[in-house]
């Protein structure tokens, strides 16, 4: 059995995010499945490292897949990216060992989230990032990260529907950075729930628009409750950028 691991970019903006559903095909695991199973000349399924919801983009999304036919890897990645829409890239097909699992192997990862913080909208960057026109305190956000870092319950920064999996996550980092008109939040962890990263978001802009107080991260996360935060950022500023194994 051959393992092939994928090395994957895509504007998520038209799809209903990664993950195939039942038979929806308008996500973007099943549109490399769909191209991957004609060039195989069977049905193919793929595995990706992180489930990105609807809207969200990747810069380095990575999956894997297994089949019995031996494939030049150079080819897989040419055959892709020519019947694949152009706004999904395969940056690189590679063999790898047959136990390597896309998502269980995954130790760390890292998302990145745009705000364009002006009093008026930017039409270049309005698919892609978040507008908030009100001026944010970056001081205040940056002291309220803070709080989220460690291992931590995020039941109150979730919507995951299943009650049966674990609501404990690890943040190793939180970085803000300011860049010509954008805010760039990069949050680092052992892996994500369900809308956790933008709530997340949300909560650290409440603070930054001094709707919350930072103290109240840690009040807010020990509470489980989700009804706590006001704000989820928008799905258009989110951007898978990278995953360890």
């Known amino acids: 059995m051959n393992n092939y691991k994928l090395n994957i970019e895509y504007d998520g903006s038209r799809y209903k995010g ?39 983009h990747a810069l380095n999304q990575v999956a894997n897949f297994k089949t ?57 960057a309005r698919k892609y990032s978040m507008h908030v026109q009100q001026r944010l305190d970056i001081r205040k956000m940056k002291e309220a990260s803070n709080f989220f870092i460690g291992e931590h319950d995020f039941t109150a920064f979730s919507n995951a529907k299943s009650k049966k999996k674990s609501m404990v996550r690890e943040i190793y980092a939180i970085d803000i950075e300011e860049k010509e008109g954008f805010i760039e939040i990069r949050i680092k962890g052992n892996g994500f729930l369900y809308n956790m990263v933008r709530k997340i978001v949300g909560a650290l802009i409440e603070v930054g628009l001094r709707q919350m107080k930072a103290k109240d991260i840690s009040r807010t996360i020990n509470s489980k409750e989700r009804n706590q935060i006001n704000i989820l950022a928008d799905a258009c500023g989110l951007y898978l950028e990278k995953i360890e194994f």
């Open 18 to 56: 990664w993950q195939r559903l039942g038979d929806d095909k308008n996500t973007i695991q099943g549109k490399i499945e769909e191209v991957l199973s004609k060039m195989i000349g069977g049905e193919i399924q793929i595995i990706g490292s992180s489930r990105t919801d609807a809207g969200v």
């Open 68 to 124: 019995n036919k031996e494939l030049d890897q150079f080819e897989i990645q040419d055959y892709l990216n020519k019947y694949l829409p152009n706004d999904i890239n395969i940056k690189q097909v590679k063999i790898t060992n047959e136990n390597f699992h896309a998502r269980y192997n995954a130790k760390e990862k890292t998302y990145i989230y745009k705000i364009w913080n002006k009093k008026y909208s930017n039409p270049f």
